[in-house]
């Protein structure tokens, strides 16, 4: 089913893209699931759905609403911090092309980012080349913050044919970007990169999409209005996003106070849910090769492989997944630290929603020896 599926919704993307973006636009607000199909019709999935690799876990801002900017929390935990060597990107590559030339379906969503600025790794460029020439993703994507967006890099990016590029904006001054980040505070420079990424990627007729994204830490109206006003016309999607808590974080309020509503997109219906989808659809691969769960485990609380020792298919259909699965199913995420207090599950679309398929799921799952 998921084959035909890919190919249905292959034909109708290729027709939305080329509508005007207004349109576009439209089409989203009014079908969120416009190129979705029910994860459980999907399973069980002989590859996953999502792959984030993380070029960087460092990052060149201190964002108080970001695990990765307090040096003191991820002291506590020892998380190591690196750059992803380009051999080891090429090796998880080449490990998802035999994933691919085996079940005969891409990977629908390769990010190329998880817990760090993706541009700090100044093999970036070579790395967007080398996933795209192995045909092994319907999109490569990344999300930066914009700030080391240089002009070079921007072109090499475009060069190089990056699907997607979300940039994260923090603010809409120069005030308060120094607030969130600790350490800039050059809106304008953010908007010039973006600006120039934009009209590069047009000259150069480029197939690029851009998504300035901003997270709502209780901005006013007007700034919010700011936000849209300036980055509308240089984006191809703008899009405002809530806040969401951090699992495994200790007492880091790293919501900021703000209360948790809706989901990251803040449309997203939030309800208790046991069942998280992360275990059956995607993977989050950090810079040194070790393997999480999902892309929020920014405490690798949730390892399950070493691609420096295994194969990505080994890991993928391994015994530590095969668990991680079973105790979702059976209702036991609590026992789970790094998922106990997770957010992010509660504001999955409905598409994702597996808890009244947890029976049926079990009699898929049992079949699988672990």
Known sequence: ????????????????????????????????????????????????????????????????????????????????????????????????????????????????????????NKQLGEMIAYAKSQNVAESVQ????GALLTKEKAIEIIENGLDVMRISVEHVSNEGYKNLTQNYADYDKIKENVKFLFEEKIKRSSKLKINS???????????????????????????????????????????LGIDVKRGMGGKARLRGKKICPEPFRSLAINFDGQVSVCCVDWSYGTIVGDLTKESLVDIWNGEKMQRFRTLHLNGERKNIKACSNCHYLLGFPDHLYLDNKAKFLKKIYNKVSI
């Open 1 to 120: 089913m998921r084959n035909v599926f890919i190919k249905v919704r292959s034909l109708i993307k290729n027709i939305y893209d080329i509508l005007p973006r207004q349109v576009r636009f439209g089409l989203r607000n009014v079908f969120p699931n416009l190129f979705t199909l029910p994860l459980y019709k999907q399973l069980p999935l002989s590859i996953p759905t999502s792959l984030h690799i993380d070029p960087a876990n460092v990052c060149n801002f201190k964002c108080t609403f970001c695990p990765t900017g307090d040096t003191e929390l991820l002291s506590s935990i020892n998380r190591p911090r690196g750059i992803m060597h380009y051999e080891l990107f090429c090796k998880i590559i080449d490990d998802l092309k035999q994933m691919v030339d085996s079940s005969e379906q891409k990977v629908t969503e390769l990010h190329l980012y998880k817990d760090g600025e993706p541009l700090l």
């Open 142 to 145: 990344t999300t930066t913050n």
């Open 213 to 255: 994204k901003i997270l709502n830490v209780n901005f006013t109206k007007s700034e919010l209005e700011k936000f849209i006003s300036d980055f509308k016309d240089i984006s191809d999607e703008i899009s405002i996003n809530q806040l969401m808590g951090w699992s495994n974080s200790g007492e880091r309020d790293f919501t």
